[in-house]
């Protein structure tokens, strides 16, 4: 019996399942963050352990069982990253083969397995990855919070908080973002808020998009407008790996893929008028299963050809 297993690792979480040789999930477990380029590389690796761990408890395995392991990864495309996972998987699972890659086409892998489409990733980071009938790739975004991850719930929760120090500096007219951000974050006062930032943002910013959705579902401009601006960056994201890709006027599933889906009807609906208005065939969808599966898949046809082990793809 072989058994391959897959991490989906992010600025937030890290999710892991267990595949039997049928591609069946017999396994399933969770970490913290695992991009080493915002985490640190030990608590990368503690968050993968962490999640092969439950995982594998969970389907009665030992890691020696394993035969194949893929790490999708945000923050796979730097291939110092690449050297260092691959190092760390090669002693967890000594009997397997091992490859590391990006979260996008982990993602790419789960939504569309081998065809063409595009899959774009709105979570902690964001980024637009896809496929053509010929085979052809294309991305656009990933470069992490200073240079972009427009649409991500990092970029979301920075541009709140720049929203309520706007107001605090001009005593223009309050948001209910004013309010609401302290009491999610149970703080007790902005500079206790600034302090909590500059120590570590990702802790901070991710975790307010939901109270921006919150907001915006109020009706308050400054949550709504947001969201408007984040919905044609991600849109923007996606037709830009569309035209690279030619296929503006082609059928193809086009697929979300993250945390920022799903939990504004405001977000959602715009960003699909975004990408209907420049590609009329797409089929917009959200993923239906962690893409952590995908990355198990790519394990398993790995430990079938192992000569392919310690390779990237995609990025």
């Not at 640190?40 to 761990?53: C, H």
């Not at 691959?86 to 990006?102: K, N």
């Not at 200073?146 to 948001?175: L, Y």
């Amino acid at each position: 019996m072989r058994y391959s297993i897959g991490f989906d690792g992010g600025g937030t979480k890290t999710e892991c399942v267990v595949l039997d040789s049928a591609g069946k999930i017999i396994g399933e477990g969770r970490g913290g963050p695992s991009n080493p380029l915002r985490c640190g590389f030990d608590a990368a690796f503690g968050s993968l352990r962490q999640a092969a761990t439950e995982a594998l408890n969970t389907a009665g395995l030992h890691t020696s069982s394993v035969t194949g392991v893929c790490a999708g990864l945000a923050g796979a495309s730097r291939k110092n990253v690449v050297r260092r996972v691959l190092v760390f998987l090669a002693q967890e699972f000594s009997q397997a083969v091992a490859q590391v890659t990006t979260d996008f086409e982990i993602a790419l892998e789960t939504a569309v397995g081998s065809g063409p489409g595009v899959v774009l990733i709105a979570g902690t980071g964001s980024a637009a990855y896809g496929r053509n009938a010929a085979g052809e790739t294309a991305r656009a975004g990933g470069y992490g919070p200073w240079v972009g991850d427009e649409g991500s719930a990092f970029e979301i929760g920075r541009r709140a908080v720049a929203a309520v120090a706007r107001t605090r500096d001009t005593g223009g007219p309050m948001t209910l973002l004013t309010n609401m951000i302290p009491a999610a974050l149970d703080c007790p006062d902005w500079d206790e808020l600034m302090l909590r930032i500059t120590k570590n943002p990702d802790d901070i910013f991710p975790a307010l998009f939901s109270v921006v959705a919150e907001a915006a579902d109020a009706e308050d401009s400054a949550a709504k407008e947001i969201l408007f601006t984040s919905a044609i960056g991600l849109g923007n994201l996606a037709m830009i790996v569309v035209r690279r890709l030619e296929m503006t006027g082609q059928q193809f599933p086009l697929v979300k893929c993250g945390g920022v889906f799903g939990h504004s009807k405001l977000l959602d609906a715009l960003l699909d008028s975004v990408v209907v208005s420049g590609a009329l065939r797409a089929k917009v969808s959200r993923i239906e299963i962690s893409p952590a599966v995908g990355a198990a898949r790519m394990a398993a046809r790995l430990a079938e050809s192992p000569a392919q082990a310690s390779t990237q793809h995609g990025a």
